[in-house]
């Protein structure tokens, strides 16, 4: 028997009841975008399940859509059997086809770029689009799962299977990519690929949706340092150019990573020029604010908070591999933040504010700084 043979016949056997394998599609693509939505968030490679979890959904996702496809099939090719939904179902098929073939291109180290998109943000791109669609398409044919859908145990085998497989495909895949030497085999666990050389032309520059500020005038500019602090101060650039050096990873979630030397000052001596961090009242009053955070502010308004013994040991770098920052990585001073990703960098950072509380606004704040 020949392997598509047997592939088909195990295929068959395995092949869970219509409406199960509805649902499961929708499942299985809401997973995806937790995933990966989540994913964005993780720089340190404890995080790597998550990053496995997403491609053995993702290789999930085609066998439930191959079984899909062969049932509804005709609906597609066979103009009699269009009806208004037909169009809606289409696009459908076209986002996850998309977001399907994106990602694998990606995992095999394709790397097509238009200006700073890469294929990485297209997998994204077509992912987003595919939740309104799959609900909507959803919504077209709803048919409320029945418990005996799911009930037979083969159903619970097959999402077994469907899992292992992932996992298992994608552990072949790493095999094809060190044979052929792909560029898919530098990939870092976040699956990002590397940009290799040293200073500012090294690595690209990359705003997360519209900063776009004009550069700043290295002579009028002053740092703001206050909050929680003793003595609030305000900081040149060269008072920022103290020669402290760190060498650390840059992971964007566009999907490259550079690994640079960065010179600028410790937070943690930031903060002590700005007379320390406000002690916790030691007398009987609690303080009803205490430093926990500290918040890195752009000139645009985009900003992010790490807890305050993180940022202490981050770095404000003045300068990459040697060079002073140019304006496009953030001059004159930029968060570095080792085991964060990259839109956590905060560039051209004009305010250090400790404060008591976490800053959920920032999630909002990155996403349209920099709109008018
Ligand atoms: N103010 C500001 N800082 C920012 C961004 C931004 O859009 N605005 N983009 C972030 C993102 S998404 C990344 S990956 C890094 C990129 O740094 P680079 O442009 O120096 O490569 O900066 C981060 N810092
Ligand atoms: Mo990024």
């Known amino acids: 028997m020949a392997a598509t043979d047997r592939i088909r016949t195990v295929l068959d056997r395995l092949e869970p009841p219509p409406r199960a394998v509805d649902w499961s599609l929708f499942a299985f693509v809401l997973a995806e975008t937790a995933t990966g939505l989540v994913s964005f968030t993780v720089g340190v490679p404890e995080g790597w399940p998550l990053f496995w979890l997403h491609r053995a959904l993702g290789v999930g996702i ?3 859509l191959a079984w899909k496809l062969a049932r509804v099939r005709r609906r597609l090719t066979d103009p009699n059997l269009w009806r208004r939904s037909t169009a ?10 998309g977001a399907l073939a994106t990602g694998t291109a ?39 799962p029945r418990r005996v859908d799911f ?4 159903t619970a085998v097959t999402y077994f299977a469907l899992l292992a497989a992932g996992g298992a495909t994608y552990r072949l ?21 590397p940009r290799e050389g040293t200073g500012n032309a090294a690595f690209p520059i990359t705003s997360w949706v519209a900063d776009d500020p004009d550069p700043i005038d290295r002579d009028d500019y002053r740092l703001t340092v206050d909050g929680l602090v003793n003595d609030p101060v305000e900081l040149t650039a060269d008072e920022l150019a103290a020669g402290h050096q760190t060498e650390a990873l840059l992971d964007c979630t566009s999907g490259w ?22 002690p916790e009242a030691s007398d009987g009053d609690a303080p009803d604010r205490e430093a926990a955070y500290v918040r890195f502010t752009s000139v645009t308004g985009y900003r992010w908070s790490l807890p305050l013994a993180e940022a202490e040991d981050a770095l404000l770098a003045t300068h990459v591999g ?26 051209w950072v004009t305010r250090v504010e400790v404060r008591s509380e976490y800053d959920l606004g920032q999630w909002v704040v990155t996403l349209v700084s920099g709109f008018d």
């Open 106 to 144: 990606w995992v095999f180290g394709l790397d097509v770029r238009l200006s700073y998109w890469t294929l990485l943000s297209v997998h994204v791109g077509f992912g987003l689009a595919l939740v309104p669609l799959v609900a909507a398409h959803a919504s077209t044919r709803f048919r409320l």
């Open 62 to 64: 085609v066998a439930l």
């Open 322 to 347: 040697g060079e002073r920052l140019s304006h496009g990585h953030g001059a004159p001073a930029r968060l570095v933040a080792p085991n964060r990703r990259g839109f956590q960098w905060v560039k």
């Open 173 to 193: 895949q790493q095999g094809v990519n060190d044979a052929l030497d792909t560029a898919g085999a530098d990939r870092r666990f976040t699956g990002s690929q």
């Open 151 to 154: 009930e037979r145990r083969r």
């Open 88 to 97: 809606l179902s289409a696009l459908t098929l076209v986002a996850a086809v």
């Open 257 to 278: 990573y550079t690994v640079q030397e960065w010179g600028g000052i410790r937070v943690g001596d930031l903060l002590d020029a700005a007379g320390g961090v406000e």
